[in-house]
């Protein structure tokens, strides 16, 4: 009988063993909220409008000796997505014309404010948690 029940011991903690770690290798997809409508990611909608926007030569592209900030990319960008950053100054500051992006005294030829159907979609992307694709 004590045979019996070290086999039976020893066969469930090796089908523990085998199913836990079977689950180790799964990625789940980043939850998306459930007021994330319509889904907005970087990759499809955002990145167009920060480069025509944002990170152009002299502005947010991470070149010159004190750049405001590299929007080149999603990952140069993570460290903006809080509500004191690119939420911050995208959204809650955007007629500020000193520190609202774009802002006021942006170049010749470049938008000085974003349009509301720009800024819908970036709100959009802050209510989906910054999705990149």
Known sequence: MNRLALNLITANLLGWT????????????????????????????????????????????????????????FDNMRVYFNADGFERFVIFEKDNPVVGMPPSYAPAGRPQDLTDEELAIFQDWVNCGYLEN
């Open 18 to 73: 085998l199913l836990l770690s079977s689950c180790n290798a799964d990625k789940l997809p980043k939850p998306i909220p459930p007021d994330c409508d319509p889904i907005v990611t970087y990759d499809d909608q955002i990145r167009p409008i920060i480069e025509r926007n944002c990170s152009y030569e002299g502005c947010h592209d991470g070149v010159g000796a004190n750049p405001p900030g590299n929007l080149t990319s």
